[in-house]
């Protein structure tokens, strides 16, 4: 395996990637972004995170955090590197060698390697941003691509929201990291996060209750009462139970996220996950899914899980 020839090259402040189609060769003449959270400078080897903020930045609208939530889903950035898969994926960004040669860059010379860090972290870059991460127009499907599983792409999403330095917009200050979620709101995410494929069905309460699916409030109010806290039964008074978020304050996992016409008229609700995302049962005939939450009509948010 190749060494991480940008470990001592890239300046704090100053990245970005320029590659060509033949060959790859990391200069830095752009800002990081999205600064890491104390979560991901704990837990992503320096070499690693910087490797993943190059790499992201040659696919416009595709967070490093995304990266490196994948990173850490596979390998956890490279330490278990030998691993391989049932189905033959290898590397630390655990590729199918088909996949790999197909979405393949060079990024440090030498020639292509999927077991090079470099090299995996740059070809994941590419394989999102054609699968529909570029300008940000689908991340979930981008990572749902990489790995056709609902719970890994919530997992890669909750983890990418924890590597993200939230600021905040009341104070303009930038804190450490979000909060960690709460006992109760990490497990209402994992509950809804097993949940994930059910059919939608009105009034249905889940498996549990004896019903095939959910509706949008039975999804929330079961994911709430796994972790011990009880909520009524539809939209409207779960968001009548609070407690409301100011409109500017960011959300954390395990946050409810509401819509419809009003606050005195709402009629849908999901369960947020980071990064934008919610777990929703949303409609006839769909199932429950991952989905981006920011909707025309969303109305606010709540915190239950969190007190």
């Known amino acids: 395996m190749k060494a991480l020839a940008v470990a001592g090259v890239v300046v704090f402040g100053l990245i970005v990637v320029l590659f060509g189609a033949a060959a790859g060769v990391l200069t830095s003449i752009s800002p990081f972004g999205t600064s890491p959270s104390d979560d991901a400078a704990e837990d992503i080897p320096a070499g690693y995170q910087q490797l993943y903020v190059t790499a992201a930045a040659t696919c416009p609208g595709l967070p490093w955090t995304i990266l490196a939530a994948i990173g850490k889903e596979e390998t956890d950035h490279g330490r278990n590197p030998d691993w391989t898969s049932e189905a033959g994926a290898l590397g630390p ?3 199918l060698p088909a996949t790999f040669a197909e979405h393949a860059v060079d990024a440090d010379g030498g020639g292509a390697d999927i077991t090079d860090p470099a090299d995996a972290i740059f070809s994941a870059a590419a394989y999102l941003c054609a699968s529909g991460a570029r300008d940000g127009r689908d991340i979930p499907a981008a990572v749902f691509a990489y790995n056709q599983d609902s719970a890994y792409v919530a997992r890669v999403l909750t983890t990418a929201d924890s590597y993200t330095n939230h600021t905040d917009d009341t104070t303009g200050e930038t804190g450490g990291g979000i909060p960690e ?46 972790a011990g806290v009880d909520l009524p039964r539809v939209a409207q008074d779960q968001y009548n139970t609070g407690p409301h978020l100011p409109a500017d304050a960011a959300l954390q996992p395990g946050d409810l996220v509401f819509f419809g016409t009003s606050t005195a008229d709402i009629t849908h609700v999901g369960l947020y996950i980071g990064g934008n995302q919610m777990i929703d049962a949303p409609h006839r005939n769909a199932d429950v899914r991952v989905e981006d939450y920011r909707w025309d009509d969303y109305r606010g948010a709540t915190r239950p899980l969190h007190t």
């Open 93 to 95: 960004m655990q590729f």
């Open 181 to 226: 979620p709460s006992p109760d709101a990490a497990v209402a995410v994992d509950y809804a996060t097993a949940q994930l494929g059910l059919p939608y069905q009105w009034g249905g309460d889940g498996p549990a209750a004896g019903d095939a699916g959910f509706d949008c409030s039975g999804l929330t109010q079961a994911a709430a009462k796994a």
